[in-house]
């Protein structure tokens, strides 16, 4: 049975992209623990052409989506795999101004009256998150942090973005390997 609602955030991961002489590989994902709100918004231009005095063409180019991640705190692998930090010998984590960040998938699922459905987004970048914290007074005010993402489509695939749902052959299996779609499988 289908979802009629959405709600939660849950099971957030990232696996890093590994492109050689064109061919992209996924890492294997690892957790961002965490995770607060996923806001996303589409990204692409309109376009349109006018003939015989009516909108004779219209399309959508699809350029992914742009938006934020908001996480209790970024984890120190991300930082590390994705945003190119350095960890020395004595781990002290450093933010090296001369790294390249590197693109991931970002896995993760949102629940539902019925089902909790799986989204995988193919060609992620990130930029470094905000600091900030707060004094303690009476209250403790919990402090987050946020990424600014944005999704393209993949490089070698041009998807975007899939899901799946419980009773799908791919579903059980969503976090261990970065589901991709390949001609031999077709379009369900």
């Not at 995988?120 to 303690?136: C, Q």
């Amino acid at each position: 049975m289908a979802n009629r609602v959405k709600y939660g955030l849950k099971n957030v991961h990232y696996a890093v992209i590994t492109e050689t002489d064109g061919t992209v590989t996924y890492g294997t994902p690892k957790p961002i623990p965490g995770a607060v709100n996923l806001t996303l918004e589409p990204q692409g231009e309109q376009a349109e052409f006018y003939a015989d005095d009516t909108r004779y063409f219209f399309a959508f180019a699809n350029s992914g989506y742009s938006g934020t991640l908001e996480v209790a705190l970024i984890p120190d692998d991300f930082k590390k795999d994705v945003l190119g930090y350095i960890e020395d010998e004595n781990g002290v984590l450093f933010e090296d101004a001369n790294a390249t960040p590197k693109n991931f998938a970002l896995l993760f699922e949102f629940s539902g009256d019925k089902n909790a459905i799986r989204h995988v987004l193919y060609n992620v970048s990130a930029n470094r998150p905000n600091i900030a914290g707060v004094t303690k007074g009476a209250s403790i005010e919990v402090q987050t942090e946020t990424l600014n993402i944005t999704a393209a489509p993949a490089l070698d695939t041009g998807m975007v973005k899939a899901k799946a749902e419980p009773g799908q052959p791919a579903y059980n299996a969503w976090y261990d390997q970065v589901y991709v779609y390949t001609e031999q499988q077709g379009m369900v």
